[in-house]
């Protein structure tokens, strides 16, 4: 089982932030839809189009998520219903962009491990995923490229890529799980 630090867009807990980071966290954290939003539940469409105004996009999604302190962030979680995701599983990694990502591959071998999430923060669920996986997509010019990835890269890919097509960790845990999650999220929702 992951730890909570390696766990799918798991930022670090607020009372370990310098009063900066919390105010960049926060900052960024405004951008992120938050469960209940229609938009995450949407299954993003393809991009056709590698302009200027995609590379801005990427760039844009690079900062939320670094600022939110993620290891991923999908384009429907900031409202844009486009087949686009960032992630980095390292601190001082590049942030890699992809895009029209699909899994060709997916390895048999499973792993159930804690994740959380920028658009439901504050919740932790187990949820089982393969363990390694094979990546086709593009970069932000429209180059192809494949990402064979194990262990977190493979869930955070797995995780992202479930963003893009409307599926959220909730609906990959047990029902006992995902009621104790929407328990505690409710619980998070309320004033004071």
């Not at 730890?3 to 867009?9: G, L, W, Y």
């Not at 591959?105 to 439901?120: D, F, H, K, P, V």
């Not at 959220?168 to 619980?187: G, I, V």
């Amino acid at each position: 089982m992951a730890s909570e630090a390696e766990a799918p867009e798991q930022p670090a807990p607020p009372s370990e932030l310098s009063a900066d980071e919390r105010a960049r966290r926060d900052a960024a954290m405004s951008y992120v839809r938050r469960l209940g939003d229609p938009v995450l539940k949407t299954r993003a469409l393809p991009v056709s189009r590698f302009d200027e105004e995609l590379r801005k996009q990427v760039d844009w999604m690079r900062d939320l998520m670094d600022g939110a302190l993620g290891v991923g962030l999908a384009a429907t979680q900031v409202g844009i219903v486009e087949r686009v995701l960032v992630y980095r599983v390292e601190h001082d990694s590049p942030i890699v962009a992809v895009i029209n990502p699909e899994i060709e591959w997916r390895g048999s071998e499973l792993e159930t491990a804690e994740e959380g999430c920028l658009s439901i923060p504050g919740v932790h669920v187990d949820v089982e995923r393969n363990l390694h996986v094979r990546v086709g997509a593009v970069d932000e010019t429209g180059t192809p490229f494949k990402i064979e990835a194990s262990g977190l890269e493979a869930r955070v890919l797995q995780h992202e890529i479930d963003h893009l097509d409307g599926v959220l960790m909730l609906d990959r845990t047990t029902r006992e799980q995902r009621r104790d999650a929407m328990r505690t999220w409710r619980e998070l929702q309320l004033p004071g």
